[in-house]
């Protein structure tokens, strides 16, 4: 079963940047793998949608919450999807995933978890202020 590796969660202070790595170990990105997710949960809250793409060319969705500061983007080589997080608030803290077979179309304009999504484990990111 294809797994989603996740890392480079940390913890940082405000106004830092983080780069979150996902890696699959079998299916390719793009060729098998044709959605791509980032969601987070902070404590207490509901999971929340950060970033999504259609990896064959679609737009990048981004949470208003993130757009300027965070940025979707892919290694071919390496079969693994970045998020580059700059200028981190405290309010960024919150338990991070990847996720494949995520409904976003090719306009970027919303990102939602399906019935079919799959995870991969979460990363821990803390912004101190």
């Known amino acids: 079963q294809n797994q989603l590796l996740v890392s480079g969660g940390g913890s940082v202070q405000a106004g830092g940047s983080l780069r979150l790595s996902c890696t699959s170990s079998?299916?390719?990105?793009?060729?098998?793998?044709?959605?791509v997710g980032w969601f987070r949960q902070a404590s207490g809250k509901e999971r929340e949608e950060v970033s999504c793409t259609r990896l064959n060319g679609g737009n990048v969705y981004y949470a208003d919450s993130v757009k300027g500061r965070f940025a979707l983007s892919r290694d071919k080589d390496e079969n693994t999807v970045y998020l580059q997080m700059t200028s981190l608030r405290p309010d960024d803290t919150a338990m991070y995933y990847c996720a494949t077979d995520v409904g976003v179309p090719w306009s970027g304009s919303y990102c939602i978890s399906r019935g079919d999504t799959q995870w991969g484990q979460g990363t821990q990111v803390t912004v101190s202020s």
């Open positions: 079998g299916l390719r990105f793009a060729d098998d793998l044709l959605t």
